[in-house]
């Protein structure tokens, strides 16, 4: 829906100024008049709906969605009215960006419409996920449970991300000053190093470091901007298709990696799973919704091989794990047991809860490791630079005596 500024008096010495989300003019029109206002002017915004919802959309975090979700829940459950629940969170909320949207889901409420179909609108905020499960929610009338439950499911993801970057950001710091250092020392450093040592006969490991020291102080720039173009490049490979594919199976071939993306990303399909089950969402449309929680796309593949194998060929979703390349036996088994129980999300929480632990156990355990071993590398190769620019003036010192 379009959004239209407008101006109003509110009493006789206060005019107001604001936004409205709706279908046309006389819808705002009625909207101010039901605020018991008196419209001056009503003009449209010239940005497109699918525009504006995007441009929306890249301002809001996931931490303001997550408490959007918790707070419409709680007063849900309390048995505040979803348009009266809508319209307390608007007026609490601070992020402008965040109150437009929300006014837009309570405009659709007002006008008939279903929650999750107002949701649609802001793909970026609310994906397939998220959407489905609202839906499964207002048809069986557990709306509260849903968004209190996908708001927990939301959070241990935070929280699992969060585990993730702050695991990565010391060891990347380090990475980082020890390459800089490395960079300028041979490019400025050395440099005015050289002369000193004009016309004497340099031993091989300082010929090969002014040599290179000659090169990069010469063209820096150019090496730079070609670093840069390299990452830039390599990240746009990544991104999709074969590149992504490559990238996935390297992770997953890597003795480090592999444990650490795919316990990461068997916590987020079992969690999400768990969740849909429990929403009533068919078996079909569970595992495709989870798999696209998931970050790597070989793992991806193979939950699609046991989606197509569950229903066209009648198999057990614990049958077709069985003979997923990637995935553990411990989550077959896992599943296999709630599949003859009955209880198979119950099992599907315990098992994200399991792997949730690993996920923690193996970033402190790869944190532990990673950073004095780049310390080590990075000091054994400031040391070689230095031991080689005191090696000719041990030659001099040898040839004095």
Known sequence: MPTFT????????????GEIIADNRAAVLAEIDRRGQSPISVTENAIDERSSHEFISARIRA???????????SLLRAGVPILRALVTIGEQTENKKLLRVVTDLGNTIRDGGMLSEALKKYPRLF???????????ESAGILDKILRRLAEAREKEEVLRRKV???????TLVLIVGIATVFVMVAFFMPRIMPLFKGQELPLPTAILFGASKIISGSWHWLVIGVMLFILMLKRMISGGAGRTMWDAIQLSMPVLRGFSRNADIARF???LSLLIESGITI?????LSSETMRNSILKQEIEEVRVGVVHRGARIADGMKHAKHFPVFLSNMIAVGEETGGLEEVLAEVAEFYDQEVDQQTR????????????????VVGLIVF???????EIGKTIG
């Open 165 to 171: 970057q702050s695991a990565l950001t010391y060891p």
């Open 284 to 288: 079909d449309r569970a595992l495709a």
């Open 6 to 17: 407008y101006k109003a008096k509110d009493g006789p010495d206060n005019t107001i100024e």
């Open 365 to 380: 355990t790869v944190t532990t490791l990673i950073e004095p071993l780049l310390i080590l590398i990075i000091g054994a």
């Open 127 to 137: 994906p397939g996920l998220y959407v489905s499960m609202v839906k499964s929610g």
């Open 388 to 394: 080689a620019m005191l090696l000719p003036i041990f």
């Open 63 to 73: 931490r303001d969605i997550n408490i959007f979700t918790r707070q419409l829940a």
């Open 270 to 272: 079992a969690r999400t």
